[in-house]
């Protein structure tokens, strides 16, 4: 069984219900998954101040937050994180902040990695968010599995360095295709990789 984590962080929603679906899809291929939220870090009343992030805020608080130990434990690993200007969010840097000792240790090598975002507009920073994620993977030493266009699903989101999707809508078919096959690639490429 290919073990896949599958670590994120959404303020409203967007990469949240992307994470799920990658996780389903990820479970019914016979996958062992782990779902983790990355812990916030902005201060309670800045989030209690924006509805729309209080509301996701308390929809997942009793879900499991990523730890460290997580990707230790991965084959595979796919980053989530809107864009906050160009960049991943804070809140999963400061995950990917805490990674040092088992970086240092080799421990985030040899594993294969795959990221999803979401932006506000189309052209807001979606291929930047995923090549910064794509930057860390490769200071990990890890196998970066982009989809390309390695399916005809991927004419359709127009997305090779990852998956992307502009907030606003809940997933659509052309949405759970992408995400379907990123998953589903990445597993392929980590289960030859275990032999
Ligand atoms: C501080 C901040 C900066 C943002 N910067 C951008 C940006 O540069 N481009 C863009 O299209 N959206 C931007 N957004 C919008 C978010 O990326 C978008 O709402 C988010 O990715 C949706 O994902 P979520 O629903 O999982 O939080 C920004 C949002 C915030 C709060």
Not at 2 to 17: E, M, N, P, V
Not at 58 to 76: G, I, N, R
Not at 101 to 122: N, R
Not at 178 to 193: E, N, Q, S, Y
Request: proline content about 4%; hydrophobic content about 40%.
């Amino acid at each position: 069984m290919t073990k896949l984590a599958i670590i994120y962080y959404s303020s409203y929603g967007t990469i949240h219900s992307m994470a799920t679906r990658l996780a389903e899809t990820a479970e019914s291929a016979g996958a062992e998954v782990r779902l983790r939220r990355v812990r916030e870090t902005a201060p309670d009343d800045v989030v209690q101040s924006v509805e729309p992030w209080a509301a996701h805020a308390a929809s997942v608080a009793d879900q499991p937050v990523a730890e460290p130990a997580d990707l230790d434990w991965a084959d595979a690993a796919i980053f989530g994180s809107g864009t906050r200007y160009g960049h991943v969010t804070s809140q999963l840097q400061a995950f990917i902040d805490t990674l040092g000792p088992l970086w240092q240790e080799g421990k985030l090598a040899d594993k294969v990695y795959a990221a999803i975002t979401s932006t506000s507009t189309q052209h807001g920073g979606q291929e930047t968010t995923l090549e910064a994620m794509n930057t860390t993977f490769a200071h990990f030493g890890g196998i970066i599995v982009p989809p390309g266009y390695t399916d005809q699903v991927k004419f359709n989101d127009g997305n090779p360095y990852g998956v992307s999707k502009t907030a606003g809508s809940d997933l659509d078919d052309t949405d759970r295709a992408a995400l379907d096959h990123l998953v589903t690639r990445v597993l392929m490429v980590a289960g030859k990789l275990r032999g």
